[in-house]
């Protein structure tokens, strides 16, 4: 600061003495301030600021000659006197930054600098550039687009009345090698579109090519990094990144088709996912083919997939199917979708069916007379063995070394959707509240078991969906609002939005995938009115109106997916039994109106099972699960209501069934199942039955089916379709956590008790004594 001031001083002296002095001695006094200033510079400034103290270097006697001039001319001086003072400022400047630049650097001290960078400036320019492509400045390379398949051997796309179908768009060629190594080699190496400064773009997935609008937002993305990718143009965004080797927006496609993954649209992406390698959204894509192939073959995008995939999915074992006889048909289907170039694929494809798992009487009735299987030897001598199969004991049958295959053939698919009755809680003999499920696997006539509800349920409620099963409610406190649903493709409970009400032996039926909640009472209440409506997509309960009177106990069934009839216990005013009264009512869940009727519809036998049972202490105390039919018409379902019992199913009763309480009741067709409960019997203690009843609608009679793995009552079960691998072998389960802690901390409650018991009757016995 102090060099400055003197150099300011220093200035504002000599400026003076050049007003007042000759024009050379002011050029030599500012040619020496310059010199002194930049004494710290390099030898070459030096020099180049000591110049000037040679020009004015004039003779004395010219000068002499100048001044005795004529008074009406400008003397030199005056002359020179700006250019001087010019000189003197400029050189006391350049003095003064650089004494400025000596004391910011200081004396012997390091340099101190930031690094500048500007986002804002990178993204201007490229907006800039891409705005100067947009209008055709500067361009130097054309694209050109044209239509026609992959397939088509590069043809161009397919003109109609003479019209021009491709277009081209202008680019930078520097912008393009930039953006992605596609242009470098083909733009500046040995290649013609290097010299010619056009690049031909043909050979594309569909026969029209590209959407203009689609190659205008890729070239663009390759310009500023920006894109908007739709559903709608996804296919054509993937396409074009993948050509132009940008990797970036190749993933982008990739994550998000998977986001947008579903049951519409999977057949689809697991075929773009293949096609342009995407390995993680392969994987993701056939997971859920595989977990919902029996939902998939229904749409038509699946038969026009080529015989290579279709071979694949049948060969795979964990594919989830109803059965073989669907797969047949979905053969037969694809065959038939197809050019005659299917059929000659029609045997290998009929191979990988598992033929000794379709019922004898759909091989010989519907098999054997398809044309395309009769017209096939090797297929008629295949449809052969697999009914003479049904009737070989595998254990009597001498095993060789070619028959694995037909003896692999005997097992499921361990995809293949496998009928189950399901039974969920309960109470044990114990008395203790039960989390284990356990199924009756029909197919192989025995018990399985299955995963854990996260919950202790008692007087709960069940219901059926498409896709899931939930089970609500408890007369436990703790899990009186509790909802849980069951998910048979992968085995598992997940929690959904609890109820509004704590509340236990309710009506829940589902009319088009939609829960209604109906009735039901708690601990310390009489019973409800109230009518609840639960939406999985929302996953939220809200409240309906409510009903006309006090439902409990409930038992429902719905029918045409819009009514649903409820046969509950009501209080009336009266001193006979327990003051309820059965009622039987409609509830039409678009009106939202109710309706008293005589009785239930009798439809099939679960119906005519509980007209049966209406009046009986076993139907009050069981727990029915509701069924749909979807396929029965209000009207012609009115039709068949009565309030006769028919004695042709209270004669078919077995006596044991009828002294069952709190039995757990459900269906499978035209088959009803009865399972646990406790026997009626004057003993103080109830004896808890394991015991399952199935009545055969085919064959008109009641069997005594395999015992449960433990006694139970006041269970739920209901008919779920469940894959062949969770109940393959001897699963097991472990409890969820919490109820794990719950047992330890009730096991430790009841050592402590235990142990205080002992005390006292030992301080007991000592008083005594």
């Given amino acids: 600061m102090f060099v400055c001031v003197c150099l300011s001083l220093l200035y504002r002296t000599e400026l003076a003495r050049v007003l007042r002095f000759r024009p050379a001695e002011a050029c030599d006094m500012a040619a020496a301030a310059a010199a002194a200033s930049s004494s710290s510079s390099s030898s070459s400034s030096s020099t180049a600021a000591a110049a000037p103290t040679s020009s004015p270097s004039t003779s004395p006697n010219t000068n002499a000659g100048r001044s005795a001039g004529s008074s009406s001319v400008t003397s030199p001086e005056e002359v020179q006197r700006p250019a001087v003072v ?41 907006r800039r550039q891409n705005e100067q492509r947009k209008l055709g400045l500067f361009c130097d390379v054309t694209l050109a687009f044209s239509g026609g398949g992959a397939g088509g051997g590069g043809v161009g796309r397919v003109e109609s009345a003479g019209a021009d179908t491709g277009f081209e768009l202008g680019a930078h060629r520097s912008v393009l090698a930039a953006a992605t190594d596609y242009f470098t080699p083909l733009l500046g190496g040995q290649y013609a579109e290097s010299v010619s400064r056009r690049v031909e773009m043909k050979e594309w997935s569909s026969e029209a090519g590209p959407e203009r609008e689609t190659v ?66 392969a994987l993701r894509a056939a997971e859920m083919i595989r977990r919902n192939f029996h939902r998939v073959i229904q749409d038509d995008e699946f038969y026009t997939l080529p015989f290579h995939l279709v ?29 005659e170039d299917r059929e000659r694929h029609f045997e290998e494809l009929f191979r990988l069916l598992r033929l000794p798992q379709i019922k004898p009487t759909y091989l010989t009735r519907v098999v054997k007379n398809e044309p395309l299987v009769a017209r096939n030897e090797a297929c008629l001598k295949l449809v052969s063995e697999a009914v003479e199969s049904h009737a070989i004991r595998f254990e009597n049958h001498k095993k060789s070394p070619s028959d694995s295959e037909f003896w692999a053939a005997f097992q499921p698919r361990f995809g293949q959707n496998m009928d189950v009755i399901m039974v969920v809680g309960g109470v044990s003999e114990g008395g203790d509240y039960l989390s284990e499920c356990v199924g009756y696997f029909v197919y192989e006539d025995r018990w399985v078991n299955l995963p854990h509800i996260h919950n202790h349920l008692d007087g709960h409620a ?24 069951y998910n048979p493709n992968r085995n598992t409970w997940e929690q959904v939005s609890n109820l509004t009400t704590r509340k236990h032996s309710f009506g829940l039926t589902c009319v088009k995938n939609i829960l209604y909640s109906i009735g039901g009472h708690g601990n310390f209440s009489p019973g409800f009115k ?36 409820v046969t509950a216990r009501t209080p009336v005013d009266t001193d006979n039994d327990d003051g309820l009264k059965t009622v039987t009512t409609r509830y039409d869940t678009e009106s939202r109106q109710w309706q008293e009727v005589d009785s239930l519809p009798l439809i099939d036998n679960y119906c005519l099972f509980q007209m049966a049972v209406a009046s009986t202490n ?13 396929n029965v018409r209000d009207e012609a379902a009115r039709l068949k209501i009565s309030a006769r019992i028919s004695d042709e199913i209270l004669e078919s009763l077995p006596p044991e069934v009828t002294s069952v309480e709190g039995a757990a009741v459900c269906f499978l067709g035209d088959d009803v199942f009865v399972i646990g409960g406790w026997k009626n019997s004057d003993d103080v203690d109830k004896q808890y039955r394991k015991e399952a009843y199935r009545y055969c609608a085919e064959r008109k009679r009641w069997m005594l089916l395999p015992p449960m793995p433990q006694p139970r009552c006041r269970a739920t079960a209901c ?3 469940i894959p062949y691998r969770f109940l393959y072998g001897c699963q097991r389960y472990p409890m969820p956590q919490n ?17 205080t018991l002992t005390l006292r009757r030992q301080l007991q016995s000592q008083i005594e004594c």
């Fill in 739 to 755: 109820l794990a802690r719950q047992r330890d901390r009730m096991q430790q409650m009841q050592q402590l008790h235990r142990r």
């Fill in 86 to 126: 010019a000189a003197a400022a400029a050189a006391a400047a350049a003095a003064a930054a650089a004494a400025a630049a000596a004391a910011l650097a200081g004396d012997g001290e390091p340099e101190e600098a930031e690094q500048f960078s500007s986002a804002q400036h990178c993204s201007e320019l490229a």
């Fill in 618 to 630: 076993f139907y009050h105390t069981a727990s029915c699960c509701p069924r749909s039919y979807t």
């Fill in 530 to 565: 109230d009518v609840s409506v639960y939406e999985p997509e929302q996953d939220k309960w809200h409240n309906l109106e409510s009903a006309p009177k006090i439902l409990r106990d409930v038992k429902a069934i719905s029918v045409e997916d819009r009514y649903v009839y």
């Fill in 719 to 721: 008919h779920v379709r």
């Fill in 311 to 339: 071979r694949d999915w049948l060969s795979d074992a964990e594919i989830t199917v109803d059965s073989e006889e669907v797969l047949f048909d979905a053969v037969i289907k694809w065959v038939h979708r197809g050019t």
């Fill in 216 to 281: 205008e937002s890729v070239v663009q993305f390759m310009y500023t990094g920006e894109i908007r990718v739709s559903t709608s143009n996804v296919h054509e965004v993937l396409e074009l990144a993948d050509r132009f080797l940008l990797v970036q927006l190749k993933e982008f496609c990739g994550d998000f088709l998977k986001r947008k993954l579903s049951l519409a649209n999977c057949v689809a992406v697991h075929s773009l996912a293949h096609m342009y390698t995407l390995d993680q959204l």
């Fill in 462 to 485: 069940i219901a059926v969906t498409d896709s899931y099963v939930y089970v609500a409610g408890s007369m436990e406190p703790g899990f009186a609002k509790t909802v849980e649903r």
